[in-house]
């Protein structure tokens, strides 16, 4: 099973960005999935939530701006961040619950780097 990040880049504040993760190989279902990231020096916090139904939540930072959602026919979730902001910048990962035949355990994505420069 791998999980492949991608949408990443450099931005000016105020602009936006999607970014996407897919996750592939002996997969037979998909729990909850999550964006986290990680700025230089701080530790990884979680970003945004959403579970099989749909349901979103978000930490405060990102709240009015992020937007997660998924695409269980692509087994991929995306983050669609507006209006972003230089403490924005940071690496961000995806992480998903994915059951296969050896049972549920929640896998990392290689992260993609996010830089607002304002």
């Known amino acids: 099973v791998q999980l492949q990040a991608s949408g990443g880049g450099l931005v000016q504040a105020g602009g936006s960005l999607r970014l996407s993760c897919t996750s592939s190989g002996s997969i037979v279902g998909i729990g909850g999935m999550n964006w986290y990231r990680q700025a230089p020096g701080k530790k990884r916090e979680l970003v945004a939530s959403i579970s099989t139904g749909g349901s979103t939540s978000y930490a405060d930072s990102g709240k009015g701006r992020f937007t997660i959602s998924r695409d269980n026919a692509k087994n991929t979730v995306y983050l669609q961040m507006d209006n972003l902001k230089p403490e924005d910048t940071a690496v961000y990962y995806c992480?998903?619950?994915?059951?296969?035949?050896?049972?549920?355990?929640?896998?990392w994505g290689q992260g993609t780097q996010v830089t607002v420069s304002s």
């Open positions: 992480n998903a619950e994915i059951i296969s035949n050896n049972g549920a355990r929640h896998y």
